[in-house]
């Protein structure tokens, strides 16, 4: 299933196997790339094909300089349900009860969601249904999250004996502890007005619409200088690990070798002379 806003862009797919459809769908435009997870019929979830092909978009992305920023979205009403638990339970059967897939499956994710963070653009999740488990671990990984209305949020594994250890990693960094551990204990499902309340997702939009206004979001920010995004986003990430001395420091020494890069001149020189920038991607 293709994206209507996307006909015309250029798509590339990440194949699971070559005799089925893609479980992740990719069309660029105007220095927008958008991901579509595509497993409606199954609710998205997160299984191994899809994890890997999520990687290998990240890896791809990460090389390609004509991407200044990233929508994640899903096909069908939900926007994915977390780890396939069939594909996981079918290797309880293993020698080790499973112990080496499960393991895999978990490094595989956490590098998936981590890559989220490293690429170098701004990565924007696209809600318009349902997110669980390793789906709402996904929208918490991404940088900014637009949500419909009529999204809904849960960490629900309590609910069958498995808490949420790996989504509560990215939980845990976009919400106060309070909100992260009240979500993960009682598993309940929360709307998207609390999502966006506990600052789960950035922004809200009508029913339906929340693709539009993710595009919309991500074109603005593609507008900008993509070396400039890059920077920005990194420096971002590396201080929020840092105590106040340690990230003043080292903002200041972001914001200097931003002050000597060609961007930055442009763009100052431009303010100053009240005209349009042209940045050095484009």
Request: hydrophobic share 45%.
């Amino acid at each position: 299933m293709e994206n209507a806003a996307y006909r015309n862009g250029r798509r590339k797919t990440m194949p699971e196997d070559p005799n089925d459809t893609p479980p992740v769908t990719r069309a660029d435009r105007d220095g927008v790339a958008l991901l579509t997870l595509d497993r409606p019929e199954r609710r998205n979830p997160m299984s191994e094909a899809t994890l890997r092909a999520l990687d290998a978009q990240f890896t791809a992305l990460a090389a390609d300089k004509s991407i200044r920023t990233v929508v994640i979205a899903a096909s069908g009403r939900v926007f994915s349900a977390g780890h396939d638990l069939k594909e996981m339970s079918a290797h309880r059967g293993d020698a080790d009860r499973g112990r080496a897939y499960f393991t895999e499956i978990m490094a595989l994710c956490s590098k998936v969601m981590m890559g989220v963070t490293a690429l170098p653009q701004p990565v924007i999740a696209s809600v318009e249904g349902i997110a669980t488990a390793a789906g709402c671990q996904l929208v918490a990984s991404c940088d900014l999250a637009v949500a419909s209305k009529s999204a809904k949020f849960c960490t629900p594994g309590v609910d069958i004996g498995l808490f949420c250890a790996t989504p509560m990693v990215a939980l845990s960094r976009s919400v106060g502890r309070k909100q992260a551990l009240a979500m993960l204990l009682t598993g309940d499902m929360i709307p998207a007005e609390e999502a966006y309340r506990i600052g789960l997702v950035s922004h809200l939009a009508e029913p339906g619409e929340a693709l539009g206004a993710a595009m919309t979001l991500a074109e603005r920010i593609a507008s900008k200088s993509g070396p400039v995004l890059a920077l920005g986003k990194k420096a971002f990430y590396a201080q929020l690990g840092s105590d106040l001395e340690a990230a003043y420091r080292q903002s200041s020494a972001v914001m200097v070798e931003n002050m000597l890069a060609p961007d930055a001149e442009e763009g100052i020189g431009a303010f100053l002379e009240k005209r349009p920038p042209r940045w050095s991607d484009r």
